[in-house]
Structure formats: C-alpha cells, structure tokens
C-alpha cells in the first residue's frame, strides 16, 4: 500500500526556520496537502497543491517538492506554531493517504 | 460559515455496531464531496472513507472495508457512518471533513468537525 514518510519529530528555535518533509513513491506525480494538529483540536489545512496557502493561514507557511519529497516550511517560527503536522496525498484509487506526522517543537 | 458537527459516539463492545453522524451547514452540501477521518489514542490520522456529492462514488480504507459503509442525506445536509463488527483498533476519534473543491475527491479537506469519540471495549 501507498506510504508517506515524515520524520517523527523536528525542533526549531524561535524565529528561525522549520522544514518537515514527505516523501513517498510517486509523489512527484500527485499534490500534496498539509495540516497542522494542536493537542485537543482538529486539524487545520495550511499548505495544498504541494506550495498554495488557504486564506487565512500567515505568509510564513510555504510549501515545495522536489522530485517524491514535499516539504513545509515555517520562516520565523513562532511559539504558536508548535503542533504536530501532517502531509497527505492520494493513490491512483482516490484513496487518501496521511503521513505519519512530525511533531514540531519550538524550543 | 461553514460548521460540521459530528455526533453517535459511544461506548460498544467489540463486534458492536454504531453509527456516525455529521450535520453540515454553511456550504452547499451536495456539491462536495465528504470523508470520515479518525485518530487512535495518540496517534496520527487515518483517512477511513470517502464518498462523492452525489452518493454516487464512495472509497474505503482497506482497513474497514466490508465493515463500514458511509452514506448520505443530501436532503438533510448529513453524512453518515455506519460502523459494523467493530474491533478494539477501531477505537479513535472519528472526525468528519469537508473536501476543499466542488464535485472532486479527493482535493484536500478545509473544513473539519470537532470530532466524536468511538470506543471499542468489552
């Protein structure tokens, strides 16, 4: 079955810059969403089509891929972006698939 | 403003059976297509099943296919689970989001409900 690999975790000090990456066999050939977690709260969607940005979330959100890894990355990290985050995307069947997460610690 | 809410959770004993409802509101509900996504204990989402506008096309994880069946109301603008022969690893918080693009599935989910809560244990 398709699979998506983040990294379990990922630490960043306060203003610099957060990637987490995705990848996955094929991912080159599909879009790729993120969403973040914070405890307690549904997800939020903040990057889709591998790099746009819904209204609403901030500019220091952004999104790539290169090849079968997406990334996002978070310019100037704040303390209110520590949350778990989460890349999906969806085999050739519609199926939706979600990474396995990567916990963001802004130290 | 686009509101989900889910409710039907409880507590069943493995080989139970319930059934999951999202009421929506705030966007025309039969143009997008919906999916039921959970989360185990601290653990990470899990995409469980998806069906177009319409009622027409509907997807399943290979994890509960042949167990649950989703469904909908267009008329009452609500989404529906139907969970059967439940196991222990069913258990999680089931919450119900919205795809981002009319009549596509999938496209990426922008709205979410606030989830409910299935547990599976004798």
């Known amino acids: 079955s398709y699979e998506l690999t983040q990294p379990p975790s990922v630490s960043v000090s306060p203003g610099q810059t957060a990637s987490i990456t995705c990848s996955g066999d094929?991912?080159?050939?599909?879009?790729a969403c993120w969403y973040q977690q914070k405890p307690g709260r549904s997800p939020v969607l903040v990057i889709y089509?591998?790099?746009k940005r819904p209204s609403g979330i901030p500019e220091r959100f952004s999104g790539s891929k290169s090849g079968n890894t997406a990334t996002l990355t978070i310019s100037g990290t704040q303390a209110m972006d520590e949350a778990d985050y989460y890349c999906?995307?969806?085999?050739?069947?519609?199926?939706?698939?979600f990474g396995g997460g990567t916990k963001l610690t802004v130290l | 403003e686009v509101q989900l809410v889910e409710s039907g959770g409880g507590l069943e004993p493995p080989g139970g059976s319930l059934r999951l409802s999202c009421a929506a509101s705030?966007?025309?509900?039969?143009?997008?297509?919906m999916s039921w996504v959970r989360q185990a204990p601290g653990k990470g989402l899990e995409w469980v099943s998806g069906?177009?506008?319409?009622?027409?096309?509907?997807y399943y994880a290979d994890s509960v296919k042949g167990r649950f069946t989703i469904s909908r109301d267009n008329s009452k603008n609500t989404l529906y689970l139907q969970m059967n022969s439940l196991r222990a690893e069913d258990t999680a918080i089931y919450y119900c989001?919205?795809?981002?693009?009319?009549?596509?599935?999938?496209?990426?989910?922008?709205?979410w409900g606030q989830g409910t809560l299935v547990t599976v244990s004798s």
């Open positions: 089509q591998d790099g």
């Open positions: 705030g966007f025309t509900f039969t143009n997008y297509a």
């Open positions: 069906l177009s506008g319409s009622g027409d096309s509907k």
């Open positions: 989001a919205k795809d981002r693009l009319e009549h596509a599935h999938p496209s990426g989910f922008d709205y």
């Open positions: 999906q995307a969806w085999d050739i069947r519609s199926v939706v698939i």
């Open positions: 094929t991912l080159g050939d599909r879009y």
